[in-house]
């Protein structure tokens, strides 16, 4: 056992290589596995070793568009072991295993207090790097932690739960925003259009609000993989008109809320006509900003609410990790691609251009340690 204040100094780093490999965003569309330094940590912070960092949307979408300056190592759902702790940090130590987030808010200023954290200025630093401007840095085998991080948005790994599973606590935070977002009320019926890892998270925790679920997609492989969670009511959406579907399962109203997750514009529309009059809409996917054709009158005359979520909510944190790490959802089993950090391209390639049969991508910088560590 350590004992309190041993590791009050940064721990030698001998076992630490100076350099390591990693994911380096070049410009658009240009990811390339690349040998960098591994990053020195200061006073509170700490070095994590990688051993899962989920592939995400939006880091997909920042690669695609190049709407961040380059270079840059990105990745955010990150679960690993403390490798060194700086100076003053005495609550974790090397061996520990930790999930962390990557954003922080004050709880101080005016977004805050408003709780739009997301707003907030402490919050859009990005308070974990492997390097370059920091942007996650989940795609390399170190991470450096920084001190609001470390003291706000570590989170713990219990023994008997998996790194895969764990790299879902920011993805299901991210979700527990949009549903609380609907303020969703027991009896109600809901649609979620799209059943990709993030449509069947959201289904799973709409239902443990009490409602009627009814999933659709154009894949019936992802149809069969939400209905192994549960959510059995599901609409075909390559063979059946979903709006006609929505109608005739809610006595020709339209559901009291629709989810879309599915990213671009082109299903706004579906998603509106299948809400009820009075109804309400969460976005979750639409993160390009832009211009999309509403009809106006769905809004004043029909009085549908449009709603958006974007990112997670501290306020939200111990909710969501005790869903993952109670293991509520079999998280892991919506992972369908694991790849090394070697093939990072690949990985990054498929999430890019997803299939019937992908679900969640990760990239597993810990599938070449000793031992058999999930
Ligand atoms: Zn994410
Ligand atoms: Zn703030």
Request: include cysteine; hydrophobic fraction near 40%; charged fraction near 20%.
């Amino acid at each position: 056992m350590a004992i309190a204040g041993q590791y009050s100094v940064q721990t030698d780093r001998t076992n630490i290589p100076a350099t390591m490999q990693a994911a380096v965003y070049r410009g658009v569309n240009d990811v390339r596995l690349e040998t960098v330094p591994v990053p020195s940590i200061g006073q509170g912070e700490m070095l994590v070793r990688v051993h899962t960092c989920g592939v995400c949307g939006t880091d997909l979408k920042k690669i695609s568009t190049g709407s961040h300056s380059a270079p840059r190592i990105f990745g955010h759902e990150t679960s690993g072991v403390v490798a060194a702790v700086g100076e003053r940090v005495s609550e974790y130590h090397p061996g520990d295993r930790v999930m962390v987030f990557h954003h922080i808010p004050c709880r101080e200023c005016f977004y805050c207090q408003n709780k739009t954290f997301a707003q907030c200025a402490t919050y859009k630093k990005v308070g974990c790097t492997a390097g370059f401007e920091p942007s996650g840095g989940g795609f390399a085998e170190y991470v450096r932690v920084m001190n609001w991080i470390v003291e706000h948005g570590t989170v713990r790994v219990p023994d008997h739960i998996s790194f895969q599973q764990a790299c879902f606590v920011e993805p299901v935070n991210t979700c527990l925003k949009g549903i609380y977002a609907l303020n969703l009320r027991r009896g109600e019926t809901v649609v979620t259009i799209g059943q990709g890892p993030i449509g069947i998270i959201l289904s799973v925790l709409s239902k443990r609000a009490g409602v009627t679920l009814i999933t659709s997609d154009l894949y019936p492989e992802r149809l069969r993989i939400g209905s192994s969670f549960g959510l059995d009511l599901t609409i075909d959406a390559s063979r059946t008109n979903v709006v006609e579907r929505v109608r005739e399962l809610t006595q020709g109203r339209g559901a009291d809320a629709v989810i879309l997750a599915v990213g671009g514009n082109s299903l706004i529309r579906t998603a509106m006509d299948a809400a009820r009059p009075g109804g309400r809409v969460l976005l979750f996917a639409q993160t390009q900003h832009g211009e999309a054709v509403i009809d106006p009158a769905a809004i004043c005359v029909d009085e549908k609410s449009l709603v958006g979520s974007y990112s997670a909510s501290v306020d939200l944190q111990e909710e969501s990790v005790r869903f993952v790490m109670d293991r509520e959802m079999d998280l892991e089993r919506l992972i369908s691609h694991r790849f090394p950090l070697t093939e990072c391209t690949q990985a990054l390639d498929l999430a890019a251009h997803p299939q019937p049969s992908s679900m969640k991508v990760v990239i597993q910088p810990g599938s070449a340690w000793e031992g058999n560590q999930k």
